[in-house]
Every structure is written in C-alpha cells, then in structure tokens.
C-alpha cells in the first residue's frame, strides 16, 4: 500500500513538471491529464491577459480601459500575435465602399490569439466586400460593448449590428453600472496589479504546490464528474440581463442586430433562443456552431481556423433575412 502511494505520489509530481514543462516550451496536448494540469497552471500564473499588456489597453473614464491606438504585441504558449486598434476598432484591412457592419462583443469577437487578418472581422469583410468595424474588446460585457459602439462615431456608417455574447458577461450586465472617475481608476490599477502578481507567482513555492495538490486530486474529481455529469450551461439566466442591455440603446432599433455566443473551449448553451426575438423585433439570435475543435487546447479562445468558420457562418446569416423567432428561453 505504501509502495503504490509512493508510485502514485511520484507519478504525479512526473505529470506536473511535464506539463509545465511542455507549456513553457508551447506545446499542448489533448492528453486527458496533461491537457488538465496545463490549462489549471496556465490560468493559475502563466496566462498573459491583454489589458495588461504594454502598450494594448489604456485607461477610460466611463469603460475603465479600452484599446490604445497603435500595434501591440500579445503572446502566449500557444500563439504570437500583432494586433492593431484604429478610432474605428481592431484593424480589418483596407475599408470598402459602402454601407458597413459593427462587431461588438469580447476578447473571443476583438480576436485574442489571432493576427489582425485572422479575425472573423477582418475575414466578413473579406467574405462580403462591406466594411466592418470591430470594435469588439477583451472582457467587456454587453453593456460597454453597447456603450463603446454608441462613441465609435461608427453608427451612421452601419446597418448592421453583431453581437457576440459570452457565458461571463452575465455579472457585469446584471450589476454594470456608471462609475466616478476615481473608481474606474481603480479598476483600471487593479488589472494591472493583479497580473504583475500572476507573473511574480508563477514558478514560486505555493505556485507550485497549487499545481501539484491539483495534479493529485484531478482522478477524483474526473471520476464524479463521469458520475455525476458536468454542469451544463442554461442560457435562461442569462436572457433577461441581455435583452435589457440591448434595449437601453434607442439607437440600435434601425439597426438588424445579429447575436451569436462564443463561449469557452466552445462550450454549448442549453436553451439558447433561434430566431428573432420576440421583444425586441430588430434582434435576431443565431447559433454560430463554434466547438471545442475550433479553439485553442489550453487558451479556450478561437483559432484562426475557428474564426474563418465563424465568419462563414455569419456571411451566410447576412446574406438572408431574418429567421423566425422560437421565443425567450422558457417558452
């Protein structure tokens, strides 16, 4: 019995340096307990985030930071990208003639891991010969997505609104709210203090013990999960908070508003509503079809494969009308 702890308790110190050390090195697996331990330790200290990064993201009094005019380098294990934010949104190439689309959304619609000219963005535009705006940006919820669209200055030059929804924007569309200067300040310092600390723990002592006491116990929690099943995601709760942030925006009634998901590692919603709503008229909620497969192993984020899908999908959603609506989740 001592012998097999001794065997398990070294097989499993075997499988965290591994990982980290494959990490470190930019290779990911899809190895069911490699794949495990390095998405824990890249999210627990190794993980990049974009608005911390020098020369991405600047301070915003009412929208706490937004993208700094210019080219910014993003790296992380499993991609190196360039990334340039004009007045008008994350770059997508020289702008057609013509009536154009807005993109609002989060890192997945702004194209976190992905070249300029690998956005779903960048490849609509290809795809449609219309301008697009991307003025999408990491970790906004709906709420500053709408907010930054209203200030673009880009409004009267679209007719068309895409919305890309994720499962973390419930929080701040439920509780977002305008702040003071001095508490988007805060927030602002906060970002950046939190991911110096990141950066400073990875590597350290109770960095990794974190890793390995998770390495250890990563059988037992598989095992009730095949027990017990994965919690799956309900967009039901989600539904109101959405509906209400799009709804404050007068502007947006002249508008066809397009809305997609993309959550991460493609995770699916449950009672996710098809069709236009019934609220809201001018608002048409599609299933874009992203997957696990079209995301990075480790990130969760879209690849460039999965962003030219997305913009195959979109193309052929703006190509028809509008599709009947089957109600909020519910009914």
């Known amino acids: 019995m001592l012998l097999a702890v001794c065997l398990y308790l070294s097989f499993a110190a075997a499988v965290l340096f591994v990982s980290m050390l494959l990490l470190q090195r930019g290779v990911t697996t899809s190895l069911p307990w490699v794949w495990d331990v390095q998405r824990h330790v890249y999210f627990a200290g190794a993980r990049n985030i974009w ?71 960048a490849e609509l535009q290809r795809l449609s ?77 109770p960095y990794l013990a974190d890793g390995y006491a998770f390495t250890l116990r990563l059988p037992l929690t598989k095992l009730k999960e095949r027990a017990f099943g994965k919690e799956s995601l309900d967009f ?31 995770a699916p919603f449950s009672g996710y509503p098809v069709g236009t709503d019934p609220t809201l008229p001018h608002v048409e909620f599609i299933e874009l079809g992203a997957g696990r497969a079209d995301c990075y192993p480790v990130d969760g984020h879209l690849t460039p494969e999965g962003h030219r899908k997305a913009a195959r999908r979109l193309f052929d959603v703006l190509s028809t009308g509008p599709n009947p609506g089957t109600g909020p989740p519910g009914h």
């Open 236 to 266: 039901a709760a989600h539904y109101a908070p959405f509906i209400a942030a799009i709804g404050r925006h007068d502007a947006l009634k002249q508008k066809r508003v397009v809305a997609f998901y993309v959550n991460s590692y493609g």
């Open 51 to 121: 608005p911390a990064q020098p020369g991405c993201a600047e301070f915003d009094e009412q929208l706490v930071y937004r993208p700094r005019l210019g080219t910014c380098r993003f790296d992380n294990p499993e991609f190196s990208t360039v990334q340039t934010f004009t007045a008008e949104g994350r770059n997508t190439g020289p702008k057609p003639p013509g009536v154009g689309i807005a993109v609002v959304g989060d890192s997945q619609g702004m194209g976190w891991g992905v070249n300029d000219e690998e956005t779903f963005s």
């Open 129 to 205: 010969g219309r301008p697009v705006y991307n003025l999408a940006v990491s970790s906004y919820g709906t709420a500053r997505e709408l907010a930054r669209l209203e200030r673009s200055g880009v409004l009267d030059r679209v007719d068309t609104v895409l919305i890309q929804y994720c499962e973390n924007d419930l929080e701040e569309n439920l509780s977002f709210k305008p702040m003071s200067v001095d508490e988007s300040r805060r927030k602002f310092q906060l970002i950046g203090q939190a991911a110096s600390g990141r950066k400073t723990a990875f590597g350290s002592l």
